[in-house]
């Protein structure tokens, strides 16, 4: 089981909230306004960071899959 | 009166004084009671950045089901129907905004910069005539129309009816002096208000364009909709959060530049490089939307003290901006402060509550200031005549006289 980042552009409102939670995860595309899914198979350890950058999502366009 | 310290510190948001120049209390609060209860009127305080940072992320503690008003009259479990999902917490929150969110999305904001430059343009042609130097009510001439404008012009209002629709939003979040609530003649507007946004969506529903409207009726996430009542909710939201707030960021903008001429004289010869710090700048030092209110689910205990659950606590977030814990200097307005600490601002909250306006604001700010720059050289604020509006959470100005001088083409 491999934990992997999915980020939704379709939603992803450039509120830069996850680039807070979890800056090794994500980074931000100032010429998009959006989110850049820096670690697409982030490490065990970063789990925690995720899971904040997830929940906390104001537009709610980041999720976590186990594969 | 005794020297400050010799008494306890109180912070009463009804008190003219405070509301004038909230700052000192505030610091006081960090420092003598980072959670602080005021006992007449029986609410509990969050002062320090990273207590109200906390408080914002934690729904299942710190409730919006209430709503986040100061006022006793909007403060009850039914409040998301003028406040939609910012009177919810998880999981309706995030139905209804994952809902609304299908419909509000960064490319509709985007495509609104035509229509803002439109009536940015049209304002300042008004105001500012053909040449010379020009005195002018900046909230009363742009500031205090363009935004309610914006969102009108997102929801779909015809042209012919925003005048009036612009009328009865003001009046939605006029409070009058001495009163505490509500006025009768903010009520009788929000019928009115009611009344006119129930009939647009009923014709949208009849026959469908590209407009906000619209798209919250076609908005479906796994088959699920929004129903009339909350995609009515959502569009009273958009007024009562995003017009008030956006005409005191536009004004506090400018007040406070012009009171820090160096700054000034930055700005206007590089505003390609400074409107943008100069907007968040005053987004941290003076923030509109002061305030916001919280139902605790449990008992927090901070600092040594107990708020218990039940209580009503409110998280200053014009205090947290001016945190020393965090922002150097926090008392002086810098449009040179560095990128990082501008990054931890709460003036549009945090968490899933996040305001889901945000990037319009900004979009509005720079596309208005931006505009100013390039049509004057120089903006005077006639501070002796400037009226702030007397308000427990909002800060800003009801008047802001300027004068201005033109550039010559």
Redo the contacts between chains.
């Keep these: 089981m491999t934990l992997r980042v999915v980020a939704d552009l379709g939603l992803c409102q450039g509120h830069q909230m996850c680039t807070g939670e979890a800056p090794d995860v994500f980074d931000f595309d100032d010429d998009t306004d959006q989110v850049v899914v820096l670690v697409e198979h982030p490490d065990e350890s970063l789990r925690p960071q995720v899971v904040a950058a997830v929940q906390y999502c104001p537009a709610m366009a980041l999720a976590m899959e186990e594969e | 009166m005794g020297r400050e310290n010799d008494v306890r510190v109180v912070f009463d948001p009804y008190d003219y004084a405070t509301q004038d120049d909230p700052y000192p209390i505030y610091r006081r609060l960090r420092d003598e009671e980072p959670l602080h209860h005021n006992a007449e009127h029986d609410f509990w305080v969050l002062s320090r950045h990273a207590d109200v940072a906390a408080a914002l ?1 934690d729904d299942a503690t710190y409730s919006n089901r209430m709503g986040v008003s100061l006022d006793a009259s909007a403060w009850h479990p039914e409040a998301h129907r003028v406040m939609s999902f910012l009177a919810l917490d998880a999981p309706e929150q ?1 139905r209804v ?2 809902l609304v ?1 299908r419909a509000f ?2 490319r509709r904001v985007r495509e609104l910069i035509p229509q803002v430059q439109g009536l940015t343009d049209r304002y300042l042609d008004e105001a500012l005539g053909h040449d010379g130097s020009v005195d002018l009510d900046w909230i009363a001439q742009l500031a205090g129309k363009l935004p309610m404008d914006v969102i009108s012009e997102m929801m779909g209002v015809p042209e012919a009816d925003r005048d009036e629709v612009r009328r009865l939003s003001d009046l939605l979040v006029h409070r009058e002096d001495g009163l505490y609530d509500v006025p009768p003649a903010g009520m009788e507007a929000a019928m009115s208000l009611f009344g006119y946004y129930t009939d647009l969506l009923a014709e949208r529903r009849r026959q469908p364009t590209d407009d906000l409207t619209s798209a919250l009726l076609a908005a479906e996430v796994d088959g699920d909709k929004l129903d009339d009542s909350e995609i009515i909710a959502f569009l009273f939201l958009m007024v009562v959060a995003g017009n008030e707030t956006t005409t005191k960021l536009l004004g506090n903008a400018v007040h406070h530049l012009a009171a820090h001429p160096d700054q000034l004289a930055t700005v206007f010869a590089e505003p390609d490089s400074f409107v943008v710090p100069w907007i968040e700048e005053t987004l941290r030092h003076d923030t509109s939307s002061q305030i916001l209110a919280r139902h605790l689910r449990a008992d927090v205990e901070l600092h040594g003290c107990t708020a218990p659950a039940g209580a009503k606590l409110l998280v200053l977030l014009g205090s947290a901006n001016r945190d020393e814990r965090v922002f150097s200097h926090p008392t002086a307005y810098d449009v040179h402060r560095d990128k990082k600490e501008l ?1 931890q601002i709460l003036s ?1 909250g ?5 305001c ?1 306006g ?2 319009l604001a900004r979009l509005e700010a720079r596309i208005v200031l931006e505009e100013l720059v390039r049509r004057v050289d120089h903006v005077e604020v006639d501070t002796r005549r400037a009226v702030r509006v007397h308000s427990t959470n909002v800060r800003g100005f009801a008047e802001l006289p300027i004068r201005v001088r033109r550039r010559t083409s």
């Design positions: 992320r995030t905004r994952s969110s999305t960064p990054g549009f945090g968490g899933r509550h996040f889901l945000a990037n």
